[in-house]
């Protein structure tokens, strides 16, 4: 099983080339209103969403700022969901940057405005600070400032240079692998300003490097673009094909180090940005603990932890385990390019699990990383119980005083709810289970107070007794 599905379309190109921005048109944007009884209505009219409120006079807009957006509630996540919503400007756009009013019409800030998601305004500023070319060179220098803090180049030259609300710029991830920047969008008015945001970008980082046959290092920032379908869907934009601007020859695979270990990273077709930088701590603490160790790495990917046990934790004996076969080739390979012997199984996790235990086989450490079992909150419950599956399942093939470690990188599921599912589990299967630890994400994957659920990513630590 691949940990995340994979993104539906990328785009590669020069990041000191002009990009093509696809907009929205002006038929998809809505104003937002409510009914007397405070439920929200909207009817579609040639095109556009609107409805008439009728709850209150109309708003003064000659006090405004167009274009604008009025809220009847606020908060101080940066998520303005339809509901919050009162009225919105005739002016405003798809992607434009809005003015925000509280429901008393004082200033509250300024975001990404897109009437067609349910996220109505991702929230950029909480004061007057103006959105233009100096706020954006200006967040992107921060978010690069916290890496170079982090003295991340001494070990890898692959991390997460921004994380979306984390780094105050939602909708927004970017990846550094080698001399690669991979863009993921999951907001329509950040792939409008992605050509801005990739030059900045270019400038703030300075030439690029790479670890990896140094001597090789391109003269400019490769660029991709990239965004799941759903997302494109929702948002109203899309990434143009690869095909149709650079020689699909040219596409990059990239190779990244991490701790010494290398990898080759796809970054064209593989899931989300190509590799997993959140877990770059948890492979290396994970690798402490499997000296001489027979290890199964559950939902494998492309083999970074398997890899980091057997180069760096001087582990005896690796198998690793996932249902992507395109993946488990990439693994394959990443074992060859660092000269090392792991065993990788193009095979479904439950199924393996269920031949251990049915052939008797144990092993000293286990890791079980799946793919993202949620996106949406109808769909929690059934997360729940393929985590506790899995979980009760894996517990089974750990060896008496052996090591589990059990992730969850559903932002959905809660560290507690997830804590307690896989008690359950134990409990089903008839084992006990003694946490040492919890983790999450590497520092690269900062977290805002205001927006909690950035730390999507949940690492237990247990020795199963």
């Not at 996932?322 to 199924?351: K, P």
């Amino acid at each position: 099983m691949g940990r995340r599905a994979p993104a539906s379309a990328v785009w590669l190109k020069s990041s000191c080339g002009h990009a093509l921005a696809v907009s929205a048109t002006a038929g998809n944007y809505a104003r937002m209103t409510s009914s007397h009884n405070g439920a929200g209505s909207a009817a579609r009219q040639g095109g556009r969403e609107g409805a008439r409120q009728s709850d209150a006079a109309a708003t003064p807009s000659a006090q405004l700022m167009s274009p604008w957006v009025v809220l009847r509630s606020v908060s101080n996540h940066p998520f303005v969901y339809r509901k919050m919503v009162r009225e919105v400007d005739d002016a405003a756009r798809p992607g434009q940057v809005v003015n925000v009013y509280d429901k008393g019409l004082s200033f509250f800030g300024r975001g990404l405005f897109n009437p067609r998601s349910q996220i109505v305004v991702r929230m950029l500023t909480w004061d007057t600070t103006p959105v233009d070319d100096a706020f954006w060179r200006g967040r992107l220098t921060r978010a690069v400032e916290l890496r170079r803090r982090l003295r991340l180049d001494e070990v890898t030259d692959a991390c997460r240079l921004v994380h979306s609300e984390g780094d105050e710029l939602s909708g927004l991830i970017v990846e550094r692998y080698a001399d690669c920047l991979v863009f993921e969008f999951f907001s329509l008015g950040m792939f409008q300003r992605h050509a801005r945001i990739a030059a900045l970008l270019g400038e703030i980082l300075g030439p690029p490097t790479r670890l990896d046959r140094p001597d090789r290092v391109t003269g400019t920032w490769r660029t991709v673009l990239r965004a799941d379908a759903r997302i494109e869907a929702i948002e109203g934009f899309h990434v143009p094909s690869p095909g149709a601007y650079v020689d699909p020859e040219h596409l990059p695979r990239v190779t990244i180090r991490e701790h010494g270990v290398r990898y080759r990273v796809d970054v064209r077709s593989g899931h989300k940005t190509g590799f997993f930088c959140d877990q770059r701590d948890n492979r290396r603490r994970f690798a402490g603990l499997c000296r001489d160790a027979v290890v199964l790495d559950l939902c494998c990917y492309t083999g970074a932890f398997g890899l980091t046990a057997k180069i760096l934790g001087g582990a005896r004996e690796v198998t690793g385990v996932d249902l992507d076969e395109a993946a488990i080739a990439v693994a394959r390979e990443n074992a060859n390019l660092n000269q090392t012997r792991v065993d990788f199984v193009y095979a479904d996790a439950f199924t393996y699990l269920r031949q251990m235990l049915a052939t008797g086989r144990q092993f000293d450490a286990v890791v079980l990383d799946p793919p993202k079992l949620a996106t949406a909150r109808g769909e929690v419950p059934e997360a729940l119980q393929k985590y506790h599956d899995f979980n009760s399942l894996a517990v089974q093939v750990v060896r008496p005083g052996g090591v589990f470690l059990t992730c969850s990188c559903t932002g959905l599921v809660s560290r507690e709810v997830f804590r307690q599912t896989v008690h359950q589990a134990a409990r089903r299967a008839g084992r006990t289970l003694q946490l040492f630890d919890e983790s999450g994400a590497a520092p690269d994957h900062p977290v805002m107070l205001n927006c909690p659920e950035s730390a999507y990513l949940k690492a237990l630590w247990f020795r199963v007794l």
